[in-house]
């Protein structure tokens, strides 16, 4: 099984570039999200959706874009990279509806260096 | 709001040796817990949880035990192996029960195991 897949695992982008990260699933979760993970600051939540069409800001949205047209597809888009947004990406789903404590599944990261 | 407090790194242990990662949380509702591991270069992936208070999660020899009267979830290894060096991460559902997919992280814990 694939389980999330994200690409790509590393990039470098100048400084006002954008991109997109990319995320997919092959388990019909409902429930998708971007994390950022900083030295000393664990992982923090971008944004999320628990469905198609269906998104929402997390904890450090700002400079960042998402859009949720399938069940499997949940893309990240950094509008103008900054500095700040230096940092390793990572998607996860779950499942979601009146299971609880259900287990985030992550992708293996995305490294971005903006210079 | 909710949030995760964890024990700084690193941790520098001998092969065989006991391991314990303080974790305690501050959470307004009844929260599920979490404990994720993150292997070099990997994304990460459950390690155990517990959804109830003096529930305890269990798994590869790694423990531990919801106390709500100390708000805290304490990981616990009897005699850990090089194998399990990675970094180690204390989460928390919010919401009644857990009910909901947005995970809380604290900041890691990076485990380093010689032999």
């Known amino acids: 099984n694939a389980g999330v897949t994200q690409t790509p695992k590393f990039q470098v982008l100048k400084t006002g570039q954008s991109m997109t990260l990319q995320c997919a699933q092959d388990?019909?979760?409902?429930?998708m999200s971007w994390y950022r993970q900083d030295p000393g600051m664990g992982l923090r939540l971008i944004h999320y959706?628990?469905?198609?069409?269906?998104?929402d800001q997390g904890e450090v949205p700002n400079g960042y874009n998402v859009s949720r047209s399938t069940t499997e597809d949940f893309p990240l888009r950094l509008l103008s990279a900054a500095p700040s947004q230096t940092s390793v990406y990572f998607c996860?789903?779950?499942?979601?509806?009146?299971?609880?404590?259900?287990?985030?599944?992550f992708g293996q990261g995305t490294r971005l260096t903006v210079v | 709001g909710d949030s995760v407090t964890q024990m700084e790194g690193p941790v520098t242990l001998s092969e065989e040796a006991f391991l314990t990662i303080n974790c305690t949380y501050t959470?307004?509702?009844?929260?599920?817990l979490f404990w994720y591991v993150q292997y070099p270069g990997e994304g990460l992936q459950l390690l155990l949880k517990?959804?109830?208070?003096?529930d305890k999660g269990s798994n590869k020899g790694f423990e531990a035990t919801y106390r709500k009267e100390t708000t805290s979830f304490h990981l616990e290894k009897g005699s850990v192996q090089v194998s399990d060096s990675a970094v180690y991460f204390c989460?928390?559902?919010?919401?009644?029960?857990?009910?909901?997919?947005?995970?809380?992280f604290g900041t890691g814990t990076l485990l380093a195991v010689q032999p």
């Open positions: 388990m019909n979760h409902e429930y």
């Open positions: 996860a789903s779950s499942r979601t509806g009146l299971v609880v404590n259900t287990e985030a599944f």
């Open positions: 959470a307004t509702g009844y929260p599920s």
């Open positions: 959706s628990v469905g198609a069409g269906i998104t």
């Open positions: 989460a928390l559902s919010e919401g009644y029960g857990g009910a909901t997919n947005k995970l809380i």
């Open positions: 517990a959804t109830k208070a003096d």
